[in-house]
């Protein structure tokens, strides 16, 4: 049966792993190959890889980067970057990429996810939806080129159009959140999750197994997504990759989920 994931996302900046607050003042925290295998021994149970510059200084997806962390990788990778057409996304899959994720091109021209979904399968396309609360009100915005450019356009609303054109899976991010690590949004994850089934990650906040747990136990089948609370370790923010062991995430998730029968 289907179960929550949990799952590192990693940004590359320069060829380099880094990390940001809100999407501001990327830290350089090592080499994104070497985070792979790291994350291979630990058994994770998939990778988002979202090459942060690609986009904003309008280059396509980084084909040799992508085929080298491809070939690292032992569980699903997801990888996101300057893709803005069905070819890019064949040749990514081709490469062994399980998933295609983009974002500002979906933003500005929607029909591709329904292309993308009928050329490689819906399971293959994912939306990134970087999303920021409105500076007065409770409302919030998509906004894209690394929190740069506002849409002005509402995540639940545009979930539900991802959803008739057949996105596979929403990946719903908050900037204000980002790098903070002191939980996630609910609000903003109840929004989305109220008006749309298809299946979603959820990325900005989490700072502890705590947080991934409280996400888990109010929204069941979901992807809980982690950057800074996996590649960080204590007050000084200290390099040190991590993952929840298997045990540990079991008893997470049967914890958070009780009517989840263990593997």
């Given at each position: 049966?289907?179960?929550?994931?949990?799952?590192?996302?990693?940004?590359?900046?320069?060829k380099g792993l880094v990390k940001t607050v809100k999407f501001?003042?990327?830290?350089?925290?090592?080499?994104?190959?070497?985070?792979?295998?790291?994350?291979?021994?630990?058994?994770?149970?998939e990778?988002?890889?979202l090459d942060i510059d690609a986009t904003v200084n309008g280059v396509g997806p980084d084909l040799k980067m992508i085929e080298r962390l491809a070939a690292e990788c032992r569980m699903p990778l997801c990888y996101g970057g300057g893709v803005k057409t069905v070819e890019q996304a064949r040749v990514i899959v081709g490469l062994g990429v399980e998933k295609v994720a983009i974002s500002s091109a979906a933003l500005d021209n929607p029909q591709l996810v329904a292309e993308i979904a009928k050329e490689l399968g819906s399971q293959s396309v994912v939306v990134v939806l970087d999303v920021k609360k409105k500076m007065?009100?409770?409302?919030?915005?998509?906004?894209?080129?690394?929190?740069?450019?506002?849409?002005?356009k509402g995540p639940a609303e545009f979930a539900k159009k991802l959803?008739?054109?057949?996105?596979?899976?929403?990946?719903?991010?908050?900037?204000?959140?980002?790098?903070?690590?002191?939980?996630?949004?609910m609000?903003?994850?109840?929004?989305?999750?109220?008006?749309?089934?298809?299946?979603?990650s959820i990325v900005g906040g989490a700072g502890?197994?705590?947080?991934?747990?409280?996400?888990?136990?109010?929204?069941?089948?979901?992807?809980a997504v982690a950057g800074s609370f996996f590649v960080f370790k204590?007050?000084?923010?200290?390099?040190?990759?991590?993952?929840?062991?298997?045990?540990?995430?079991?008893?997470l998730i049967l914890s958070s989920c009780p009517h989840i029968s263990s593997n």
């Amino acid at each position: 049966m289907l179960r929550p994931r949990v799952i590192p996302c990693l940004l590359v900046s320069d060829k380099g792993l880094v990390k940001t607050v809100k999407f501001a003042n990327p830290k350089y925290v090592g080499d994104p190959i070497n985070a792979v295998r790291i994350f291979n021994e630990k058994e994770v149970d998939e990778l988002i890889v979202l090459d942060i510059d690609a986009t904003v200084n309008g280059v396509g997806p980084d084909l040799k980067m992508i085929e080298r962390l491809a070939a690292e990788c032992r569980m699903p990778l997801c990888y996101g970057g300057g893709v803005k057409t069905v070819e890019q996304a064949r040749v990514i899959v081709g490469l062994g990429v399980e998933k295609v994720a983009i974002s500002s091109a979906a933003l500005d021209n929607p029909q591709l996810v329904a292309e993308i979904a009928k050329e490689l399968g819906s399971q293959s396309v994912v939306v990134v939806l970087d999303v920021k609360k409105k500076m007065f009100g409770a409302k919030y915005e998509i906004w894209t080129h690394n929190g740069k450019v506002n849409t002005h356009k509402g995540p639940a609303e545009f979930a539900k159009k991802l959803e008739a054109l057949g996105v596979g899976e929403i990946v719903l991010n908050s900037i204000d959140n980002d790098g903070v690590m002191k939980g996630y949004d609910m609000g903003l994850v109840q929004g989305v999750r109220s008006v749309t089934t298809v299946p979603m990650s959820i990325v900005g906040g989490a700072g502890s197994l705590a947080d991934i747990g409280a996400l888990i136990k109010k929204f069941g089948i979901i992807g809980a997504v982690a950057g800074s609370f996996f590649v960080f370790k204590g007050v000084y923010k200290a390099v040190l990759i991590s993952y929840p062991s298997p045990v540990e995430k079991e008893k997470l998730i049967l914890s958070s989920c009780p009517h989840i029968s263990s593997n």
